[in-house]
């Protein structure tokens, strides 16, 4: 036998291999699926209420104080950013 013979030999047996292992992938897939411990998409109502059982949390608030440091605190900062790109320029 010559060699190009023995190496499409060779590659039609490789094929046929991944092709065994991609039906073996799915069934795989299919079966996990039928357990329900594949991924699910949920629906609406399963994600915008609360789980069975739980309680919401209360939303936090933030008081004045807090709001005006972080106010502040922000304002430095970009004034610190503008001043820096003023003396690049």
């Known amino acids: 036998m ?6 499409n030999l060779a590659i039609a047996g490789i094929e046929a291999e991944i092709l065994a292992l991609k039906t073996e992938a799915l069934q ?7 357990l329900g411990t594949g ?27 807090a709001r005006r440091k972080i106010s502040e605190g922000m304002k430095a900062r970009y004034a610190n950013l503008r001043r820096l790109a003023n003396k690049r320029r």
């Open 39 to 65: 991924k699910k998409e949920k629906s609406s109502a399963e994600v915008s209420g609360p789980a069975k059982g739980r309680r919401r949390r209360k939303k936090r608030t933030m008081s004045a104080e």
């Open 2 to 7: 010559d060699t190009v013979r023995l190496l």
């Open 28 to 34: 795989l897939r299919y079966e996990l699926k039928q």
